[in-house]
């Protein structure tokens, strides 16, 4: 289970419904039009490499500035060190990978673009090239399917990517004051089958949306709550240890529309609705917990038998 199934039980859902508001879309960004169409590449490719775009695009913008970016491994790195030869000897946490030769370099070299890109070199249009073998492996990766060793990146998807980012202002978008958390890793997100969320600027917590919907709705708000849930009751992994600083706002950040939207906390769970929301989200952990460590109770005393 991941956190996005987690919010998906039904007492986690049931809680959102009673205590978040029910008027999410403010009127005014209703009916704006999408600005980058999509290319109809392979579903789900553009919105994850979009992420990493986005997230490589701020750490170039905000690399000479007095602004403290906190910035961890990608996922795509960490599945690089992690793959090996199907054949190979038995490692714990080892992707298996019968077509490495392929990917290894591949993620490499998809990196060392990034670094560049950042450093202030390169170009927008590779990156969209390379960030999609980024995308393709985290997908991968999370879906638990099996990776396909012949992926060739998608022009088309290229071309819209490169699109996405030239409108793409973080510095008019978020204007931040002080820090930015790239990918925030929750501390307590084991607990949950995992949670990592994409940005965090100063005291909001922010998602990435690439898709043709530009609406706040349940699927999207449930999760951004999740999130800040997490951060509220054991805080974000950084480099020097846990951030713990509040957040008092979440938003969207449609990109084929180039819009920013942001709600409060306190607008998004009226009358304390968040302590509400929050202490459901904390015993289901609990619940699913105990209830985890009896089976396997039940299981070792079954194999001891």
Excluded at 100 to 112: M, T
Excluded at 132 to 143: K, V
Excluded at 188 to 207: F, P, Q, S
């Amino acid at each position: 289970m991941s956190l996005t199934r987690f919010v998906k039980t039904p007492r986690i859902s049931k809680a959102f419904d009673e205590f978040a508001t029910k008027a999410r879309t403010p009127k005014e960004f209703k009916g704006r039009p999408i600005l980058v169409h999509d290319s109809e590449g392979p579903n789900g490719l553009a919105g994850a490499a979009f992420d990493y775009l986005a997230r490589i695009e701020i750490a170039r913008v905000f690399r000479d500035s007095n602004i403290i970016i906190h910035q961890r491994e990608w996922i795509s790195e960490s599945i690089s060190k992690r793959i090996w030869d199907r054949y190979d000897d038995d490692s714990e946490g080892t992707l298996y990978v019968e077509q490495s030769y392929f990917w290894r370099p591949q993620l490499d070299e998809a990196h060392a673009a990034a670094r560049k890109y950042i450093a202030g070199n390169g170009c927008a249009r590779c990156l969209s090239t390379q960030t999609q073998y980024m995308a393709y492996a985290d997908l991968l990766y999370r879906t638990h399917s099996a990776f396909d060793g012949y992926v060739d990146a998608s022009g088309r998807v290229a071309q819209e990517l490169t699109a996405l980012l030239e409108q793409f202002d973080p510095q008019k978008l978020f204007n931040p004051k002080e820090r930015i958390v790239l990918n925030p890793d929750f501390a307590l997100g084991e607990r949950v089958g995992g949670a990592d969320g994409d940005i965090i600027v100063d005291d909001r917590l922010i998602e990435f949306k690439t898709t043709k919907c530009l609406s706040l709705n349940k699927s999207c708000l449930i999760q951004l709550a999740g999130y800040a849930v997490l951060h509220d009751l054991g805080g974000t992994k950084i480099e020097n240890g846990i951030d713990r600083n509040p957040l008092n706002q979440v938003g969207v950040y449609f990109s084929r529309h180039n819009t920013l939207i942001e709600i409060s906390i306190v607008e998004l769970f009226p009358n304390n609705g968040f302590e509400k929301f929050k202490y459901v989200f904390e015993d289901e952990m609990k619940v699913r917990e105990a209830e985890s460590i009896r089976r396997k109770e039940k299981l070792n005393s079954c194999l001891t038998e």
